[in-house]
């Protein structure tokens, strides 16, 4: 599960990346992959600027719609990866039960970078969201070398 704000940027982009490094190692039946936001209004679309910086990665996440945390299955997630601390914090606050699931993207991977916030490229132009997308691919590529 990847946990960002509004469910409409950085977890519908890792979320949908992710969903297709599993059906590429044929692996789909293995992993159930999802994302939701901790202020998402359910059935928001993604971003113009998120869908189009996934379509360099052959990844169509048009059809995503938000899901808020609250009506998410979080609880039944093995893993779940927060965009940034704030998001781990929230999650934790909200479910301390989770403790030993939560961990910002960047602190699974073992990144040695101080800062293990993805940040939230929303109202940002194209080239800020393919930064953003960037980021959020290295870093999932790093679980999928772990898999």
């Known amino acids: 599960m990847f946990v960002c704000t509004g469910n409409i940027c950085r977890s519908p982009m890792a979320h949908g990346y992710m969903q297709k490094k599993v059906k ?14 901790t202020h998402a209004v359910t059935g928001e679309s993604a971003t113009y600027n998120a869908v189009k910086s996934m379509q360099k990665y052959n990844i169509d996440i048009s059809k995503h719609r938000a899901t808020s ?48 916030n993805i940040d939230d490229p929303w109202g940002l132009d194209l080239a800020v969201y393919n930064s953003t997308a960037k980021e959020i691919v290295e870093n999932i590529d790093k679980i999928i070398e772990m898999m």
């Open 69 to 116: 945390i609250e009506d998410s299955d979080i609880q039944n997630y093995d893993l779940i990866f927060a965009l940034t601390e704030n998001h781990k914090k929230l999650i934790l606050n909200k479910y301390p039960q989770l403790t030993d699931k939560v961990f910002t993207l960047k602190e699974y991977v073992n990144n040695k970078e101080k800062y293990k």
């Open 24 to 37: 590429d190692f044929k692996k789909e039946n293995e992993y159930i992959i999802s994302s939701c936001g």
